[in-house]
């Protein structure tokens, strides 16, 4: 059987460096090219944790390329607090002297649609939307070549959690995030923060396993120590939510979706408190939106035995 041909664009942190780990070590897809962006961290350091994930892995090599470094309109603020001012951790772990590919992460989407059959590749995000709002800017006709788009953002029954009503992918650069819904993809599905949540959370029985997989899994677990400090002050004991490796999940085995409902979104640019809030809704009485699929939970079971299977 082929393959499956996936573009992943990251800003590359702690919990992303685990959903790209899975990833890697699944023989049913090829990822063909990586674009980096700045959120979690600035993206030349996204770019170098990226390296470090692929280096650590070792299984293959796709290209990565440097995208965007700054968000269309909003400042920078990035996720020190959550993943540490590495995005990893702070651990020393980030290898520096790797390098990226040469070429525009942006242009390099837009290049690789075009090398490629319509329809033939799949578009996974993992922070936010600035490098796709750019190449939808850019080109509008090679983005419609996109099969389906999986992307890590929005936040429903869980409120925020970068503020009280924002999700930090949508919330770090929300005008690229209404850029990418006003566009309307065909086939789009937006796993929220709540999807990483309830029983999919990792708990301190879970990370103990995975973390005694092998090298890889307590890689993957160590790197997260940031979060998991943060977690006990905003839980109150020692878990994961790992939103990343959860949209990866979906986005590879969508059949292990258990909630996922068509709707409309809009999001508030107003700056405020509300800025980056997305307003879902599933009736359908706005419908000049754009349809979207959203994913709000999926089958913890089938999800951590993914976990093992890809990290052990």
């Not at 929220?192 to 890689?219: C, H, N, P, Q, T």
């Not at 993957?220 to 905003?234: A, E, G, P, S, Y």
């Not at 409309?264 to 359908?284: A, M, P, Q, T």
């Amino acid at each position: 059987m082929d393959k499956r041909k996936l573009i992943v664009d990251t800003d590359c942190g702690s919990d992303d460096a685990m959903a790209i780990a899975m990833a890697l070590r699944d023989e049913n897809y090829e990822i063909v090219m990586f674009s980096t962006v700045s959120g979690n961290v600035r993206v030349k350091q996204a770019t170098s944790n990226l390296l470090t994930v692929l280096k650590t892995v070792d299984t293959y090599y796709p290209p990565v390329y440097m995208g965007s470094n700054e968000m269309l309109k909003r400042d920078f603020v990035g996720a020190a607090d959550t993943h540490g001012d590495d995005g990893m951790g702070d651990l020393d772990l980030v290898d520096y002297s790797l390098e990226a590919d040469e070429g525009d992460g942006v242009e390099m989407i837009l290049k690789t649609l075009r090398e490629n059959d319509d329809k033939s590749i799949d578009l996974i995000t993992l922070g936010p939307l600035t490098n796709i709002a750019k190449a939808i800017m850019k080109d509008p006709d090679t983005m419609r070549r996109i099969r389906s788009v999986v992307s890590m953002a929005v936040t429903e029954e869980a409120g925020g959690n970068v503020t009280d009503f924002a999700e930090f992918n949508v919330w770090q650069d929300a005008e690229a995030f209404k850029v990418v819904i006003d566009y309307g993809f065909e086939d789009i599905t937006f796993v929220a923060w709540d999807a990483s949540l309830g029983d999919a959370i990792l708990r301190e029985k879970d990370i103990e396993e995975i973390r005694d997989l092998s090298v890889l899994g307590r890689f993957c677990m160590d790197i997260n120590v940031t979060l998991m400090k943060l977690n006990r002050d905003r839980f109150h004991e020692d878990i994961l939510d790992m939103a990343d490796p959860a949209a990866m999940f979906v986005a590879l085995y969508p059949e292990k979706m258990e909630e996922c409902q068509l709707c409309h979104l809009n999001v508030d640019l107003n700056e405020g408190e509300r800025y980056g809030y997305v307003d879902i809704d599933y009736e359908g009485k706005h419908s000049e939106w754009p349809t979207a699929k959203l994913c709000i939970r999926l089958s913890a079971e089938a999800y951590k035995k993914y976990i093992h299977q890809q990290l052990k």
